[in-house]
């Protein structure tokens, strides 16, 4: 139990730090987008997420395969991008609908609704997305342990 707790609290610390930073990037970029000097999508809440949820799924997908996932990390990288980004899409419509609810269904329209909608979808978005990594993109190679080392009298093929 010890050891299973200190590989899942590793990963999850990982996990945390590159979330945190991804985070700083969607949110800054979110907010840079709809309330910096040009206002270039002022008008476009949903739009602007689109933007600055993609431009964070490029670096976090960086961080977790480098670092927070890096134990199990194998050649097959578009295949991994290709997941990563399918599981980034899905958590995003988890905050477009949020976002699109505050804004446009109950009519909190201001900085600071868009933001509080904003962070609430980036959460739930985050639980979905730290399951789903572990699922089904970073996974491991079959029949290995934490290493990819092969687990002595488990997930091994028998005869």
Same mark, same amino acid.
């Given at each position: 139990m010890?050891?299973?707790?200190?590989?899942?609290?590793?990963?999850?610390g990982?996990f945390?730090?590159?979330?945190? &930073? !991804?985070?700083?990037v969607?949110v800054?970029?979110?907010?840079? #987008? %709809?309330?910096g000097?040009s206002g270039?999508? =002022?008008d476009?809440?949903?739009?602007?997420?689109?933007?600055?949820?993609?431009?964070?799924?490029?670096?976090?997908?960086?961080?977790?395969?480098?670092?927070?996932f890096?134990?199990r990390?194998?050649p097959?990288?578009?295949?991994?991008?290709?997941?990563?980004?399918?599981?980034?899409a899905?958590?995003l419509?988890?905050g &477009? !609908?949020?976002l699109?609810?505050?804004?446009?269904v109950?009519? #909190? %329209?201001?900085p600071?609704?868009?933001?509080? =909608?904003?962070l609430?979808?980036?959460?739930?978005?985050?639980a979905?997305?730290?399951?789903a990594?572990?699922?089904?993109?970073?996974?491991?190679?079959?029949?290995?342990?934490?290493a990819?080392?092969?687990?002595?009298?488990r997930?091994?093929?028998?005869?």
């Amino acid at each position: 139990m010890g050891r299973l707790w200190r590989a899942h609290s590793r990963e999850l610390g990982a996990f945390g730090v590159v979330g945190g &930073l !991804a985070f700083v990037v969607d949110v800054g970029l979110f907010n840079l #987008l %709809r309330f910096g000097g040009s206002g270039l999508l =002022a008008d476009q809440p949903l739009t602007a997420k689109v933007v600055s949820a993609s431009v964070a799924t490029v670096f976090a997908w960086a961080g977790n395969r480098w670092w927070t996932f890096r134990h199990r990390n194998r050649p097959a990288a578009l295949r991994e991008l290709a997941m990563f980004v399918l599981m980034n899409a899905a958590a995003l419509l988890i905050g &477009l !609908a949020v976002l699109a609810t505050s804004h446009y269904v109950l009519g #909190l %329209r201001g900085p600071l609704a868009d933001n509080a =909608a904003n962070l609430v979808g980036i959460g739930l978005g985050t639980a979905f997305r730290y399951v789903a990594y572990r699922l089904w993109v970073f996974r491991r190679p079959r029949g290995t342990g934490r290493a990819g080392q092969p687990h002595p009298g488990r997930d091994t093929v028998r005869a």
